[in-house]
């Protein structure tokens, strides 16, 4: 079983950095795609950025391309979101994921593993 917390969030001002970390237990990385998915106020569940290592495929939303930047650490067990660059419209609260599988997935309901949710809240 895969278990996922996340850490990392908070409040920052706009032009700001953050880096929001995942701790996994219970998976490889080789064999998952790890996720990062976002969701504000009222608006639906939607992806930040996926890797699937092994290959090394990557995949980042077009509005955070350039400014995000997903990493990991082997000897920790952590997979990281680096946000530069934040805006307004990037807060939310963030989540990490996992799901076993061969491609990178995009979507939400692809994802068997979920952590708690981090905020992010970015003022102007």
């Known amino acids: 079983q895969v278990q996922l917390v996340e850490s990392g969030g908070g409040l920052v001002q706009a032009g700001g950095s953050l880096r929001l970390a995942c701790a996994v237990s219970?998976?490889?990385?080789?064999?998952?795609?790890m996720g990062w998915f976002r969701q504000a106020p009222g608006k639906e569940r939607d992806i930040v950025a996926a890797?699937?290592?092994?290959?090394?495929?990557?995949y980042y939303r077009d509005s955070v391309k350039g400014r995000f930047t997903i990493s990991r650490d082997n000897a920790k067990n952590t997979v990281y979101l680096q946000m530069n660059s934040l805006n307004p419209e990037d807060t939310a609260v963030y989540y990490c994921?996992?799901?076993?599988?061969?491609?990178?997935?995009?979507?939400?309901?692809?994802?068997?593993?979920w952590g708690q949710g981090t905020q992010v809240t970015v003022s102007s």
């Open positions: 994921a996992a799901v076993n599988s061969p491609v990178v997935r995009t979507r939400d309901y692809d994802y068997d593993y």
């Open positions: 219970g998976g490889t990385f080789s064999a998952y795609v």
């Open positions: 890797k699937k290592w092994s290959p090394g495929i990557t």
